[in-house]
T-cell receptor, first 116, second 111 residues
Framework: GAVVSQHPSWVICKSGTSVKIECRSLDFQATTMFWYRQFPKQSLMLMATSNEGSKATYEQGVEKDKFLINHASLTLSTLTVTSAHPEDSSFYIC????????????FGPGTRLLVL | QKEVEQNSGPLSVPEGAIASLNCTYSDRVSQSFFWYRQYSGKSPELIMSIYSNGDKEDGRFTAQLNKASQYVSLLIRDSQPSDSATYLCAVGRSNDYKLSFGAGTTVTVRA
């Protein structure tokens, strides 16, 4: 299957700082990337969808000015959590596919964010 | 009504038994269906994909799809302790590439 990587896998930061998370497709061109957030014992919650070269589409209730997404190339998307607060502590997971209809999504290993 | 509903579990089965997981979806024109396995603290990994009515088998896993009933299931035969995880049902939406996820069913296989 296709491989998606994320970096970093773990980050601890102070409240008010910004954190950037990278998502890379290693062996395929990811036309579309998705960013999810998962709180303990809950399912995945889609935050936004990004397509290479265009603005991300955010789900209802997700602040686009707080969660900045950049999909600059077919293999890289970044999520920046700006002015992070303790309530932003969560497991952030990206996924990607090549944009073909009915294609599955390939998930990265996730990034665990802890804001103190 | 949630887009994708799963029996919440937890589901506990003895080693060697069959674990049966169920999922229903609300969008009648959904075309693609997936089962993901998620171990605690890890991201989901794809187990099965199914697109047509009927059964699809892959090793110890069998997915069943019934579009008329808007129902998809996953059977795990000869369950092993390593199958203990949360299983997520995901349905491809008809008008874009997004997936709608169920809340997951936690399975525990007792040795």
């Amino acid at each position: 299957g296709a491989v998606v990587s994320q970096h970093p896998s773990w980050v601890i930061c102070k409240s008010g700082t910004s954190v950037k998370i990278e998502c890379r497709s290693l062996d395929f061109q990811a036309t579309t990337m998705f960013w999810y957030r998962q709180f303990p014992k809950q399912s995945l919650m889609l935050m936004a969808t990004s397509n290479e070269g265009s603005k991300a589409t955010y789900e209802q209730g997700v602040e686009k000015d707080k969660f900045l997404i950049n999909h600059a190339s077919l293999t890289l998307s970044t999520l920046t959590v700006t002015s992070a607060h303790p309530e932003d502590s969560s497991f952030y997971i990206c996924s990607a596919n090549s944009g073909r209809a009915q294609e599955t999504q390939y998930f990265g290993p996730g990034t665990r964010l802890l804001v103190l | 009504q949630k887009e994708v509903e799963q029996n919440s579990g937890p589901l506990s089965v003895p080693e060697g038994a069959i674990a049966s997981l169920n999922c229903t979806y609300s969008d009648r024109v959904s075309q693609s269906f997936f089962w993901y396995r998620q171990y605690s603290g890890k991201s989901p990994e794809l187990i099965m994909s199914i697109y047509s009515n009927g059964d699809k088998e892959d090793g110890r896993f069998t997915a069943q799809l019934n579009k008329a009933s808007q129902y998809v299931s996953l059977l795990i035969r000869d369950s092993q302790p390593s199958d203990s995880a949360t299983y997520l049902c995901a349905v491809g939406r008809s008008n874009d590439y997004k997936l709608s996820f169920g809340a997951g069913t936690t399975v525990t296989v007792r040795a």
